[in-house]
C-alpha cells in the first residue's frame, strides 16, 4: 500500500510538472543583466527581450543588476527558483575570469542551465583621443619606456578588462595602473573626458565613441581584422602576436530549471537571433551574432567548458585576485 501511495505521489508531481512546462510562460520573465545600464551586455539584453517577448506571450523585464564585476547578478541568478521566470545573460569577464579572481558562492559551469550563445566582439585597445602615440607600434613602444606611468580602466576589481590588460602588459613588458570601474559604459565615459589613458575593452562597447573621434582604438586582440572598425589593425600585425581577447555573450537559467522550459527559451532567442532587425541592431552595437548551429543548450555547454579550459591557467598565472 505505502508502495502505491508514493507512486501515485510521483505520478500526480510529475504531472504538474509536466502542466506547468507546457503553460509555460503564465506571467512575466526577469532578464538579468549583471552590469549597469548602458553597457554592451545591458544593450544585448534589451535588444532581445522584445522579440523574445513577441515569441513567449509575456514580457521578458531587464533587471540591471551590477555589482563586484557582474557577480552580484549572476549570484542573484544562481538562488532564483527554477521556473524558467528567472534567468540571466552573462559574459567572458562573468563566467570564465571571475571564478578565479573571486571566491564565488555558486559554480559557473554546475549551477546554471545553458540556453543559447548569443553574440561575440573582440578587445580593442582604446586610449583618450590625445594620448601621445600616434599607432599601435608607438603604444606599445611607450608603454615599455613609461612602466607604470598610464592609466588603465577595469570593470570591477580583478575582473575580466583587467586580466586582459595583464595579459598584454606581460606579453610586451610593460606595466599599468588599473582604476576599477563598475561597468564598461562609465569607463569609456572617464576616457572621453580624458582622465584615464587607456583601456583594454570589448570592441562592443567603444565602437560608438571611436566611429565619433572621441577616443581612438589602437589595435584589434583578435586573429583577424574587425569588420566593424577594418582600418585598425590587429595585435599580431604590430607583432605581439597570439594576444586573442573576445568577449562572448550567453543566456542561462537556475540549475534544475526543466528542459521543456529551457527548450522554449531557447527557441525565442533563436527566433529573435534569426531576426533581421534584431540583426541589423545588433551588428550596429559591434555585435556578431553565432551561427545558428551554436545558439544550441550544448553548443553553450561545451563553447564554456572550452573557454575555461583555456583561460583558467593563463588567469592563475596572473595571481590576479579581488580584493
Do not use: C
Request: hydrophobic share 45%; no cysteine; proline share 8%.
Amino acid at each position: 500500500m505505502r508502495t502505491l501511495l508514493l507512486a501515485l505521489a510521483s505520478a500526480i508531481v510529475l504531472s504538474v510538472g509536466g502542466a506547468s512546462a507546457q503553460t509555460y510562460p503564465s506571467r512575466p520573465i526577469t532578464l538579468i543583466a549583471p552590469f549597469p545600464a548602458g553597457g554592451p551586455l545591458d544593450t544585448i539584453a534589451r535588444i532581445l527581450a522584445e522579440p523574445m517577448r513577441a515569441s513567449l506571450g509575456q514580457p521578458v523585464v531587464v533587471e540591471n543588476v551590477p555589482g563586484a564585476g557582474g557577480n552580484l547578478g549572476t549570484a542573484r541568478l544562481a538562488r532564483a527558483a527554477p521556473d524558467g521566470y528567472t534567468i540571466g545573460i552573462g559574459q567572458w569577464s562573468t563566467h570564465v575570469v571571475n571564478p578565479i579572481t573571486y571566491k564565488l558562492p555558486y559554480h559557473v559551469l554546475n549551477d546554471f542551465e545553458p540556453i543559447a550563445l548569443l553574440t561575440n566582439t573582440p578587445q580593442l585597445i582604446i586610449a583618450r583621443k590625445d594620448f601621445p602615440a600616434k599607432d599601435a607600434k608607438e603604444l606599445i613602444a611607450w608603454l615599455k619606456a613609461n612602466p607604470g606611468k598610464a592609466t588603465a580602466a577595469t570593470v570591477g576589481a580583478a575582473g575580466g578588462a583587467q586580466v586582459s590588460s595583464i595579459y598584454f602588459a606581460d606579453k610586451v613588458g610593460t606595466k599599468l595602473q588599473f582604476v576599477p570601474f563598475k561597468g564598461g559604459g562609465p569607463a569609456v565615459h572617464e576616457m572621453v573626458a580624458g582622465r584615464i589613458d587607456l583601456m583594454l575593452d570589448q570592441g562592443a562597447n567603444a565602437l560608438g565613441h571611436v566611429r565619433g573621434g572621441s577616443i581612438k582604438a589602437y589595435a584589434v586582440m583578435a586573429k583577424d581584422r574587425w569588420t566593424a572598425l577594418p582600418d585598425v589593425p590587429t595585435l599580431d600585425e604590430v607583432g605581439a602576436t597570439g594576444l586573442h581577447v573576445a568577449y562572448w555573450h550567453a543566456m542561462w537559467a537556475p540549475k534544475g530549471t526543466p528542459k521543456e522550459i529551457i527548450a522554449k527559451l531557447n527557441a525565442a532567442v533563436v527566433q529573435a537571433l534569426a531576426d533581421p532587425k534584431v540583426q541589423q541592431r545588433l551588428a550596429g552595437v559591434g555585435q556578431d551574432i553565432f551561427p545558428r548551429a551554436q545558439q544550441t543548450p550544448e553548443a553553450l555547454a561545451a563553447h564554456h567548458k572550452a573557454e575555461t579550459d583555456r583561460w583558467w591557467p593563463i588567469v592563475k598565472a596572473t595571481g590576479l585576485k579581488a580584493e
